[in-house]
């Protein structure tokens, strides 16, 4: 069946310094979306990448989905305290069904 | 804000009781998921409706059920809870399918004692 694995699990970095999340499928997906959620907060959806080896930004985020549609990766330039939470990244398992990476967690430290 | 709005913000339980928890949706959706995360995982999906009938359901057992509204605001029901229950459970409205942006309310916060 298919799996999709998100790493790292936990990123610590010092305000200033880039951030990549990853997730990797055995797979082709379909389409992704990416997700962030502060602590203590509910998800809040960042962006949709659609077509292969499309790259979306939106200002300091950088989105990218494979050539082969089995990869995307969230690039985050000179975090800020600002970004902490936890990224997820979603894709459509069926028509139905959203599901859901298991997070990487960042911390920024000031 | 996303427009979305569930209720209660807590709750606390014991197991064997059932729960009963509540969704808004953006005004203009008409399908509804539903979601439990439990502490520091990412969201399961349960199930989802669309114009009140259930359109899609993930791998939850049937004493997780739901309803919609012809407002397509919904409903979650849990029976006979369990101590796994316990989690942050979360609806998203949208237009449509997968495809389309998923918005979050709040969650409620279900305790199973």
Known sequence: GQQVMQIPQYQHVQ????????????????NIQWYKQRPGGHPVFLIQLVKSGE????????????????????HITATQTTDVGTYFCAWGASARQLTFGSGTQLTVLP | ETGVTQSP??????????VTLRC???????????YQQALGQGPQFIFQ???EEENGRGNFPPRFSGLQ???????????????????L???????????????????TR????
């Open chain 2, 69 to 87: 509204f012809p407002n397509y605001s919904s409903e979650l029901n849990v029976n006979a809870l369990e101590l796994d229950d316990s989690a």
């Open chain 2, 49 to 51: 409706y669309y114009r």
């Open chain 1, 15 to 30: 305000e200033g310094e880039d951030f990549t999340t990853y997730c990797n499928s055995s797979t082709t997906l379909s």
């Open chain 2, 89 to 107: 459970y979360l609806c998203a409205s949208s237009l449509g399918g997968f495809k389309d942006t998923q918005y979050f309310g709040p969650g």
């Open chain 1, 55 to 74: 790259v979306k930004k939106q200002k300091r985020l950088t989105f990218q989905f494979g050539e082969a549609k089995k990869n995307s990766s969230l």
């Open chain 2, 9 to 18: 913000t807590h709750l606390i339980k014991t197991r064997g009781q059932q």
């Open chain 2, 110 to 113: 279900l305790t199973v004692l």
């Open chain 2, 24 to 34: 808004s949706s953006q005004s203009g959706h008409n399908t509804v998921s539903w």
